[in-house]
């Protein structure tokens, strides 16, 4: 893992306590930037430059997908019932 601002190789960070902190840290103490993904652009902090590793993916996946599905199909019946009403207002 490199550092994703000034290329140098980074630290893991084995104990980290906080789950939020990053998984690795950059090597130059002085690397101190942050990524802000509204503007898309690296910005000073106060803290090293840090990297997060990727989400593990795992049998989470298709009870997810199933979830999104329900939740799609849900939505559907719900515009079905709508689309029904004004139908059915046109009409009479
Ligand atoms: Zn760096």
Do not use: H
């Not at 104990?15 to 930037?33: F, H, I, L, M, V």
């Not at 910005?43 to 997810?64: F, H, Q, R």
């Not at 999104?68 to 009403?85: A, G, N, Y």
């Amino acid at each position: 893992m490199n550092c994703p601002y000034c290329g140098k190789p980074m630290v893991a960070q084995t104990n980290k306590t906080n789950p939020n902190a990053p998984d690795w840290k950059c090597s130059d103490p002085n690397c101190k930037k942050s990524y802000n993904w509204k503007t898309k652009e690296w910005e000073d902090s106060k803290y090293i430059t840090g990297a997060w590793n990727p989400k593990p993916k795992g049998n989470t996946v298709s009870t997810d997908f199933e979830d999104r599905l329900k939740v799609v199909e849900t939505d559907l019946e719900k515009v079905k019932q709508i689309i029904r009403d004004r139908w059915n207002a046109e009409i009479n």
